[in-house]
């Protein structure tokens, strides 16, 4: 592992522990050049990942990536960071457990947006402008109105 201070490859994991719910290892790194200490964490992962962009590019899956978007849609609310992070996991073990190593980002956004209608409303409603892509005031109400199950049956239903 590479120090993040001096770039050194000459590192040692000093200590190894599980996190609550087990799903990746903490390690706690020095590095044997410089003597900064920092912490890496290791997950299983599946399969590699590709995402097929609306554009038709494709990039590899970027699981930082997607946690910084909830992030953002879940920002100033009351959400414990341990959820968060157990709900982009249940995010990407979906997406791996899919059989197919290609993926859309269409069927990572309603994912996410399934996801974040279970954990927090405004949460939800956030993303989906982005997600969707919201252009006037109507928009938000039908988001709003799908949270309510005001909109024809077409939302799913909630868990």
Do not use: W
């Amino acid at each position: 592992m590479r120090c993040p201070n001096c770039g050194s490859l000459d590192t040692q994991v000093k200590d190894s522990r599980p996190t609550e719910d087990s799903a990746v290892i903490r390690r706690r790194r020095v590095c044997l050049a410089c003597n900064f200490r920092f912490t890496t964490f290791e997950r299983v992962q599946l399969r590699e990942l590709t995402v097929i962009k609306r554009n038709g590019r494709r990039v590899p899956f970027d699981r930082d990536k997607l946690l910084r978007s909830v992030q953002v849609a879940l920002r100033k609310r009351s959400v414990d960071p341990e959820r968060i992070e157990k709900m982009v996991s249940k995010i990407v073990r979906e997406l791996e457990s899919q059989g197919e190593s290609e993926v859309s980002s269409e069927t990572i956004g309603e994912l996410v947006m399934e996801h974040l209608r279970e954990l927090d409303d405004v949460a939800y409603v956030r993303f989906a402008s982005v997600y969707r892509n919201f252009r006037e005031a109507k928009d938000f109400r039908t988001a709003v109105d799908e949270l309510s199950g005001e909109d024809g049956g077409k939302a799913a239903p909630r868990k």
